[in-house]
Each structure stands twice: as structure tokens, then as C-alpha cells.
């Protein structure tokens, strides 16, 4: 079936509080073609499609077993459609902004700090947001710390952890970036949505993210 793209970075995440206002634009999206689930009938006429897609399981008692008899095949269908058309929406917003020499995880390291107070953020809460290990972490900050954007200091209250401090180079690189990436989004994303639907894929993804800790 054909499904109208409509995930963000995000990421599974609602748009930060710092994320640029663009204007309202139709814009024809992106389509994701998921081939059609073939029909599984277990021994007692049972529709068991939505089971047999998880783990080989061959039937209701199988997927029971397995503690996933209560996902309908519409909920896989779902799933299929939410996990294709993420990463085929991740993959196009990278494609456009590293035609401005800049990765989605760069902007999203330089969108956070530009939105925290003064724009700085202990490396700790840094990782926690960006779902990086402290490794990665550093690698991402060496980074752009190359490019001067992005240094790496000694909290001044007191004195024992480290944080990421945006400089006046990267906050300059951010704005520069943020007007592209707006229209970007706006295309790719906010175009799909109509009446209540940001609100209620909000919800959902904070439901989940409830779920995820």
C-alpha cells in the first residue's frame, strides 16, 4: 500500500521549543510503497498475519507465547509504514543539509545548545538529549569544535564537569542554517499535516517516549 510520508529527527520527538516558525506551504510529499501483507490462517481459521510477523510465530498460541498476540495486523501495518517512512524522512533532511556541509546530528547538537540558556549545556544532558554514549559525544563536539563552532569548558559553578558552549562563529553557522532547514521541514513534513494532526503525533510520541523513559 501507499502511505503519505508524515514522521522528524528526530526524531520521535516533539519539535523543540527553539524550532523556527515557517510559513504554511503545500507542497507535494514524499510516498513510501510498502508491499502488501500476504494473509496467514492458523489451524483454527484464525487470521494470525499480524503474528506471524514478529519472531516466525505460526500462530495465535505461538504469538501468545511470545507476548505479542495483542498487535492487530493494522497495528504491524502501522509500524511498517511509521519505521519506513522515518527513515526514508531522516535520509532526505540529511541529503539537504549536508549540501550546506552540515550533518542532521551537527544541527541537532547546534539547534540544542542554541535553545538552552545562554546557549551552553553540560555534556551529561548534552548525551541525554542527542542519545549519544559520552564517546560519541566528544567525537560530535570535536567536530565542530574544528569548524569553531562548538568549545568544550569547564562548568564555572563548579568547576568539575564539562560543558558544550555555542560560539559567536556557530551561532552565526546556526542562523545561517536554520531558514533552509525550516523550508525543508515545511516541505518535507509540516505540508502533510492537516487540522489537529502535529497536536495529536505530539501526543503520540510523547506517549511513547513515556514508554521509553
Known sequence: ???TATSAVALSKAAPSGSAHVETAH????????APSESVTGSDGADTTGAACIGGAESLDDAARAGISDASRQDWDAWQVYF???????????????????????????????????????????????IFSPSRLSYQIGVLGKRG???????????????????AEGLRAFRELRPA?????????????????AARLAGLMRRVGG???
Open 1 to 3: 500500500m501507499s502511505d
Open 27 to 34: 507542497v507535494e510529499t514524499a510516498h513510501v510503497e510498502t
Open 211 to 213: 514508554l521509553l523513559g
Open 181 to 197: 532547514h525550516a523550508r525543508d521541514v515545511q516541505e518535507l513534513f509540516f505540508s502533510a499535516l492537516q487540522d489537529d494532526d
Open 84 to 130: 519506513e517512512t522515518t527513515a526514508l524522512l531522516t535520509a532526505r533532511i540529511e541529503e539537504r543539509l549536508k549540501q550546506h556541509g552540515c550533518s542532521l546530528m551537527d544541527y541537532q547538537l547546534l539547534l540544542l545548545l542554541y535553545s538552552a540558556p545562554e546557549h551552553r549545556m553540560r555534556m551529561g544532558e548534552l548525551a541525554h538529549r542527542l
Open 149 to 167: 563552532w562548538v568549545e568544550r569548558r569547564r562548568v564555572e559553578c563548579d568547576g568539575r564537569g564539562f560543558e558544550a558552549v555555542l560560539t
